[in-house]
């Protein structure tokens, strides 16, 4: 997921001085800015992209901690992941004893 962002940061500063190359903004007329506003527009790309990939891999470790603890629960809710994960790691699906 962290290279992913690195990927949308790219393409956001890719975007910007695609902009600044193409549309000549007047607060650019000499060039000066062409380096702040794609390094900002890498930042804000990167940061977007990490805080929204977050959801998904909260949501990730939610699944994997709840197949640790109780598989039995993902097999009444979620059959067709649960058969994928049996199928792929049987031994996962055994659950973690409890002391």
């Known amino acids: 997921m962290t290279w992913g962002a690195y ?3 790219l393409l956001c ?3 910007a001085y ?3 190359r193409y549309t000549h903004p007047s607060y650019n007329a000499d060039g000066q800015y062409t380096a702040p ?3 900002f527009a890498f930042l ?3 940061q977007c992209s990490l805080t929204l990939s977050s959801a998904i891999e909260a949501g ?3 699944i994997f901690v709840g197949l ?3 598989p039995q629960v993902l097999a009444i809710r979620a059959p ?3 058969g994928l994960i049996a199928t792929t790691y049987p031994q996962v699906v055994q659950g973690v004893p409890r002391v």
Do not use: Q
Request: charged share 10%; proline share 0%; hydrophobic share 60%.
């Open 68 to 70: 640790g603890e109780d």
């Open 13 to 15: 500063s890719l975007f």
């Open 60 to 62: 990730v470790s939610t």
């Open 80 to 82: 067709e992941l649960f």
């Open 44 to 46: 804000i790309g990167l």
């Open 18 to 20: 695609l902009y600044l």
């Open 7 to 9: 990927a949308v940061g």
């Open 37 to 39: 506003v794609v390094l």
